[in-house]
């Protein structure tokens, strides 16, 4: 079975930071690009950024400077570093794994708030 786990989200204040990871099993983590969606209380499902099999990242012009995606692919992790958070950073974050061929796995999200 593929799977996809994230883990990392909480609550956090703004200006705070928070690290998201994500380990996978069951597909050839090599060869999958990885990343990270988002879907915020009464929002579309975004794409936060992604990175491939070739170390490339992308971000949403929203999330640029201040977030980071990574990848392991010793562990199978990916991770997503976050910082200067803000209030509208608050939503569902989930990994996916993503191929062209094949339709993408996802993970079942982890919760982030930024609150004060």
């Known amino acids: 079975q593929v799977q996809l786990v994230e883990s990392g989200g909480g609550l956090v204040q703004p200006g705070g930071s928070l690290r998201l990871s994500c380990v996978a099993s069951?597909?050839?983590?090599?060869?999958?690009?990885m990343g990270w969606y988002r879907q915020g209380p009464g929002k579309q499902r975004e794409l936060v950024a992604s990175?491939?099999?070739?170390?490339?990242?992308n971000y949403a012009d929203f999330v640029k400077g201040r977030f980071s995606i990574s990848r392991d692919n010793v562990k199978n992790m990916v991770y997503l570093q976050m910082s200067s958070l803000k209030p509208e950073d608050t939503a569902v974050y989930y990994c996916?794994?993503?191929?062209?061929?094949?339709?993408?796995?996802w993970g079942q999200g982890t919760q982030v708030t930024v609150s004060s």
């Open positions: 069951g597909i050839i983590f090599r060869s999958y690009a």
């Open positions: 990175i491939t099999s070739g170390d490339n990242t």
């Open positions: 996916t794994a993503m191929r062209s061929i094949s339709p993408p796995f």
